[in-house]
């Protein structure tokens, strides 16, 4: 009999843990900044909505090197309710770019990809202060 409960119990389990998700549905899930001078503002943000049954957590936001930050809430979003991640571009960085910023979710699939792009342009600096060309850049 013990084991018949047990069975039954999974049973009942399994499928409610596939539902007890949430999903995080993006207004736009890429960012253009155009041309941008060298050391302005290298800020945006992205905005999202839990679409989903359960409050919704990002474990983690990974910039895909060190001169972009991700800056995401920590604290759990509830189903229906907005939120943002916060992406900082280092714009000392000369040139055109394109970084990705991985977020990490208990969503299905886990992972968001948020793209920035766009081209920072130097400040009148002597020709040997200039770096070419950002995007690159191997880190
Ligand atoms: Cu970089």
Redesign the pocket.
Known sequence: MKTFSACLFAALLVPALSFAQASAKFAKNTHDFGTIQQGGDGSTQFEFTNTGKEPLVISNAQGS????VPEWPKEPIMPGKKASIKVKY?TN?VGN?T?TVTVTMNTEPSTETLTITGNVKANETPATEKHED?SG?G?
């Open positions: 090197c060190g001169c972009t280092d960085r770019f970084k950002h850049h880190h």
